[in-house]
């Protein structure tokens, strides 16, 4: 007989797993048996994506090509995945992006969305399956943030800012959920080696030759394991712990200013 695996009769909603650290999520969760249902909005990476895991682990894996930034895309989403007969036991929300540069003569509709996607449809879905979890007494919610959530970021403020919001939300519902069975965490990579570093310009910072990015399989990894064991946050890699968990010994004006210099273009 096969040896029963953690994830088995369960299923994980994954959110940009088309590439990149929710690529390597969705592999850690598959490797674990949890069947996949897999959201992003390049429809032929995505199955891709699907296909390889199904057939490498042994797991169900759904593709649904949607583009999340849009308003009511999450409850969209949440219908699709009800249509088709399916539950989701676990939620990872890893879409999201940033842009760099000044706030002043940015593009309205990108700052914005980035407000859509990194908070709005993060918590749209949160609302849709919570419930359910909680009733269930299993399952959970595995959000990615970044490091960039313990402070504001002159240069990337609306990024900075989301991902705070993501941060103080998960950890609430960490609070809500405990004692229930339900797990809540929330990753928080530095720089990650991805594609997210080429849309949001950031590869083009102080920041990116301030040291050697991290890739991102074994940052899906850590959040893997911190979300399994009910790890309120994961910070991925020594530097990056001691860095975020310094900011609240700061002061706030020397903090803006390193913020600043980092995020500033490379000369």
């Known amino acids: 007989m096969a040896r029963k695996r953690r994830g088995d009769g369960q299923t994980a909603l994954v959110t ?6 929710g690529v390597d999520l969705a592999e850690c969760f598959a490797r ?6 897999l959201a992003a909005r390049n429809e032929s990476a995505l199955n891709d994506v699907a296909k390889r895991l199904a057939g490498k682990y042994k797991i169900q894996a759904a593709a649904i090509a949607i583009d999340l930034g ?4 999450g409850s969209k989403l949440a219908g699709d995945i009800r249509a088709r007969g399916l539950n989701v036991d676990v939620l990872v929300n890893n879409a999201g992006y940033g842009i760099a540069g000044a706030f002043d003569g940015s593009n309205e509709a990108e700052q914005l969305g980035m407000i859509d996607l990194n908070i709005r449809a ?3 879905l949160t609302h849709e399956f919570w419930p359910a979890m909680l009733k269930n007494k299993r399952g959970g919610v595995l959000n990615v943030a970044s490091t960039a959530a313990f402070q504001p970021g002159p240069l990337m403020a609306v990024y900075y800012a989301s991902k705070a919001f993501v941060l103080s939300f998960s950890e609430a519902l960490w609070k809500e959920a405990e004692g229930t069975g339900v797990h809540v965490s929330c990753l928080c990579p530095g720089p990650t080696v991805s594609a997210f570093r080429e849309r949001a310009g950031t590869d083009k910072t102080r920041l990116s030759a301030a040291g050697t990015p991290m890739p991102s399989a074994p940052v899906a990894r850590m959040g893997y394991r911190g979300f399994q064991r009910n790890k ?3 910070i991925t ?9 310094s900011v609240a010994f700061t002061p706030r004006k020397i903090i803006l200013n390193i913020v600043k210099h980092l995020q500033s273009p490379r000369a």
């Open 16 to 21: 940009g797993a088309s590439m990149g650290i």
């Open 237 to 245: 890699g020594l530097r990056n712990r001691v860095m975020a968990r």
């Open 232 to 234: 309120r946050v994961v």
């Open 32 to 37: 674990d048996g949890y069947d996949l249902i």
């Open 70 to 73: 849009v308003p009511g895309a």
């Open 122 to 124: 993060l918590v749209e």
